[in-house]
């Protein structure tokens, strides 16, 4: 019978008298056994608190970069004196809109654990897949959930232009940004941010190499 995780951090407290703490006492196979499970959990809890942390750190750094690149666009108007952040939410509603309570300024929170869904919808095809085009495929969705309530908001409220040509306009603006995430060395940061600390440390190497 496998023992619970409950019973085995009780079995290595303070050793306690008699023959029990003798045997705790005396490495075994099994006591190092237990042990290394344990501490392979624990390592596995950390690389998924590190996993967690750059995935909020990539979505931040694309909203960000999105939205500066998308102020420069004649084909939208992002609205001014508002700030925009990342929420995980239990509703299925992507995007949410409030006020700050200390600042009165609206806020436009999008909701990590639908964008989440996303990308695990598309982990088993990104793996298999020998480019990065199935990455990209999912980063261009995440921009256009991003970019696409302002772009509606101009194109068919402000110029009274037709759905198809908001659609559009987002496809246009979103392709615009993945060019220059890929080409401008200012933007390294953004995808990098997806890279774990061994495949950044095997970079560094290969560059110390050169």
């Known amino acids: 019978m496998r023992a619970s995780t409950s019973y085995i951090l009780q079995y290595f407290r ?11 006492n005396h490495p075994s196979p099994w006591n190092e056994k237990v042990l290394g499970i344990l501490k392979k959990r624990e390592e596995d809890k950390q690389e998924k608190q590190k996993a967690v942390e750059r995935f909020y750190a990539l979505l931040k750094a694309l909203m960000d970069e999105l939205f500066e690149h998308a102020q420069k666009s004649r084909h939208v108007k992002m609205p ?3 700030s925009f952040g990342l929420i995980y939410d239990q509703r299925d509603n992507i995007l949410f809109t409030g006020s700050d309570s200390k600042t009165g300024k609206k806020m436009y929170l999008y909701n990590v654990r639908v964008i989440g869904k996303m990308f695990e919808e598309k982990r088993e095809q990104m793996l298999a897949d020998q480019t990065t085009q199935t990455l990209f495929s999912w980063i261009a969705d995440v921009c256009s959930i991003y970019i696409s309530p302002f772009v509606y908001e101009y194109v068919v409220n402000v110029q009274h232009r037709g759905e198809g040509t908001a659609e559009r306009t987002t496809r246009q603006i979103v392709r615009s940004f993945l060019d220059k995430l890929t080409s401008e060395p200012e933007l390294k940061y953004v995808l990098d941010t997806i890279r774990d600390d061994s495949q950044k440390k095997e970079g560094e190497e290969k560059a110390d190499q050169k």
């Open 14 to 24: 303070a050793p306690q008298q008699g023959k029990r703490s003798q045997r705790f």
């Open 80 to 82: 001014k004196n508002v």
